[in-house]
């Protein structure tokens, strides 16, 4: 006998299937598995046989659904649900969890019945597969699919009688038992990448999605190791032979971790994914999910990949070590609330390939500066450095040289910019070529009062850059920005009496 | 066989919802044929849950610009009561949807030559307003004439073909509703829809005036 499942061509449902045969194939090697590039093919004997083998599958793995937390107050060892799993979940039992989901808590009946019912044909259309079946194991919910809702209001639609109104039908009990035992197992995927955030109430996990499914069972094989699946906040491992995991800030922060990890520790990289769906699972009871789809191109993918073999990790050793300093600071001189926010935003902005709010995101703002962290800060800057040249100059053609010019006008922005800090506001809010000349004549004319020897600057270095744009006047907003990035940080620096140039 | 060729530009934004989405509202990055069939079934003024059109017309679709996808925080109204009585008020619900910016599609249909006439008579003077997605997401419809088509093999199409190819979106789209009494269930396709470049392989079309389209 044989089960087909073919490619649903849908985030979860894929997920799904390459999750089911990753779990059979782990569990029992030698059960016959057929998979090609659309279709997964199992292979059994007798129904009893693959009976006894789920239920043991979902037995043996059911503790990747929860962590062992201490209680607070007594000290105790608890079991705790993951907390963007969407089963729900009852009272607990002498502190373990207990799930509502038939399939979690008495398996061997729930697989026996579902087999059953998988094997009889009927009339139905299975809305998700679009295969006919007899009954329905379960409506479809949440639970098994994240993106519905069991609220009979919000999943019917209205039927007539005799022309007349008739209510309205849910047409979700027309939900496979097949599709039902896919969906409600991927919960046991040990390879979704989530991060959880108690303060903000949500909890984000990361899909790969592909077109095929041989790809999709090598990609996620591949960065599996990467994982914890025993922490509750986050799964990315901070050190691949660790169980420490990464607190990383936001949803894109987490991702181009989880990239710098993957180019960097993974041995071979056969397949590399770059289309994911983001879900943003609110931890309250009203489970209001927010999905994105985030396709990175080509060209995002190689820079963090170049990065990568200058030995550098992009979120480690270059977003994670900068903060924001505050100017007047009573107490801590980090606000850290903006820094997460600054770390958000410039990871988003590499992934995404904006080089433009790459710049804006490090501009000063009220009260303080973007900065690195001091002991690492030369080397901060350097892979900074390495990360403007890999991701602009060197698709722009600049020159290293050219690079030196406009470094060095930077610094004399910043240094212009010293006590008043319009100037860099008004270089960063340029909307073309005539106000970016603009600016260039304001800064021409205040290095008149500037002490050059004692600010250190270069003022050759502006007739250069003068030339460099009229050279590459299509270029102009990189060229700004890069501006922006630099006289940024040198600002930075100044206000901190760090490095100088 | 006749064919007839519309352009339909989705004014401003629309969603083409997925049916199994309902804790969040997300989109097909086309129309799926169930639409395009309710829009044609729309101009000829037929009532709800006539399905005539459904056995006149086979339905090739074009991507005519980049979509741009975003997403908004809508509230939706809740199905109450059984329509019987006069329902004041509606509970409504947020939810995320997401929706494409301007979407325009180049639709091609083809069938019987008396049908193709009707159809094309229809959209040019449509019975009722047109709209697509959402009740109130007009569209502005450019219909050409109806031409005389021919089966051609062709290596290269812009058009959305069957089944799973590179370098394209994919997605399963509801072709058909199939009643079963009072219910209705839905028969999907697999589409591969060209994302920068045309879909090269070898597959049968029709010459729609020069256009090779993959007829579904």
């Known amino acids: 006998m044989e089960i087909k499942i073919p490619l649903y061509n849908d985030i979860w449902m894929d997920n799904a299937v390459e999750n089911l045969y990753a779990l059979l194939k782990d569990f029992d090697d030698e059960i016959g598995m057929d998979i090609n590039k659309e279709t997964l093919m199992i292979n059994y004997e007798s129904k009893g046989e693959l009976n006894d083998l789920l239920v043991n599958l979902v037995e043996s793995n059911l503790f990747n659904l929860i962590v062992i937390e201490k209680d607070r107050k007594t000290g105790e060892k608890k079991e705790v649900k993951k907390d963007f799993i969407l089963i729900q979940e009852g009272k607990k039992i002498d502190g373990k969890v207990a799930f509502k989901e038939n399939i979690y808590k008495e398996p061997k009946k729930a697989t026996s019945e579902i087999l059953d019912l998988i094997e009889k044909d009927g009339k139905k259309t299975c809305v998700m597969c679009g295969k006919t079946f007899s009954k329905p194991y379960k409506k479809l919910q949440q639970a098994t699919y994240p993106f519905v809702t069991k609220i009979k209001s919000l999943g019917g639609v209205r039927t007539y009688k005799d022309g007349e109104f008739h209510a309205f039908r849910e047409y979700h009990d027309n939900f496979c038992p097949k599709c039902y035992l896919i969906g409600i197992l991927e919960w046991l995927d040990t390879r979704i990448i989530y991060r959880t955030f108690i303060k903000e109430k949500k909890s984000v996990i990361f899909l790969p999605y592909f077109d095929n499914l041989k790809d999709l069972i090598e990609f996620k094989g591949e960065y599996a190791p990467l994982l914890n699946k025993s922490e509750r906040y986050s799964n990315i491992r901070v050190n691949i032979n660790e169980n420490k995991t990464e607190r990383t800030p936001e949803k894109f922060s987490t991702l181009l971790c989880f990239y710098e990890k993957f180019l960097m520790d993974i041995e071979s990289e056969n397949v590399v994914g770059k289309d994911w769906a983001i879900m943003e699972i609110p931890l309250g009871s009203v489970k209001n999910i927010k999905l994105r789809i985030l396709n990175l191109t080509d060209s995002t993918l190689s820079v963090i990949k170049e990065m990568s073999e200058e030995d550098i990790r992009i979120y480690g050793e270059l977003i994670n070590q900068i903060q924001f300093y505050l100017n007047n600071p009573k107490g801590s001189s980090v606000d850290f609330e903006t820094t997460n926010k600054i770390r958000e935003k410039l990871s988003k902005s590499i992934l995404v390939d904006d080089f433009r709010n790459f710049a804006k995101t490090l501009v000063p703002r009220k009260g303080g500066n973007v900065g690195f962290l001091k002991e690492n800060h030369a080397e901060s800057r350097q892979n900074l450095e390495t990360l403007i040249y890999v991701w602009r100059l060197k698709k722009m053609g600049i020159s290293k040289e050219n690079l030196g010019s406009i470094k060095s006008v930077g610094n004399i922005i910043a240094k212009v910019s010293k006590n008043n800090l319009s100037l860099l506001y008004k270089l960063d809010k340029t909307r073309n070529i005539g106000e970016f000349w603009g600016v260039l004549r304001e800064i021409s004319r205040k290095l008149i009062g500037l002490d050059l020897k004692k600010a250190k600057v270069r003022p050759m270095a502006l007739d250069e850059l003068i030339h460099i744009l009229k050279d590459n006047e299509k270029q102009w907003e990189e060229i700004r920005d890069l501006l922006v990035v630099y006289s940024s940080m040198y600002y930075a620096i100044g206000s901190r009496g760090g490095e100088k140039e | ?216």
Not at chain 2, 35 to 41: A, D, K, N, Q
Not at chain 2, 122 to 143: F, H, M
């Open chain 2, 1 to 216: 066989m006749f064919g007839l060729k519309f352009r339909i530009e989705a004014l401003y934004f629309t969603t083409f919802r997925k049916s199994t989405s309902t804790s969040l509202i997300s989109s097909y990055s086309i129309p799926p044929f169930t639409t395009i069939r309710g829009i044609i079934s729309n101009a000829l003024g037929l009532k709800r849950d006539d399905l005539r059109v459904q056995n006149w017309i086979n339905i090739g679709i074009k991507l005519q610009n980049n979509v741009n996808r975003s997403t908004e925080m809508a509230k939706v109204l809740k199905l109450k009561g059984n329509g019987k009585k006069y329902q004041k008020t509606f509970p409504s619900s947020p939810m995320f949807k997401e929706f494409l910016v301007n979407p325009i599609y180049d639709i091609y249909i083809a069938g019987e030559q008396g049908k193709i006439q009707d159809i094309y008579s229809a959209l040019k003077n449509p019975k009722r307003p047109l709209y697509i997605g959402g009740s109130d997401e007009l569209i502005d419809i450019n219909v050409f004439e109806p031409v005389e088509i021919g089966k051609v093999a062709s290596k290269e199409t812009f058009c959305a073909v069957e089944g799973i190819h590179e370098n394209c979106i994919i997605e399963k789209i509801p072709y058909k509703f199939i009643q079963a009494g009072r219910n209705f269930s839905l028969e999907y396709k697999t589409v591969s829809i060209p994302k920068d470049e045309n879909f090269s392989g070898e597959t049968e079309t029709f010459n729609f005036d020069g256009e090779n389209i993959f007829l579904f």
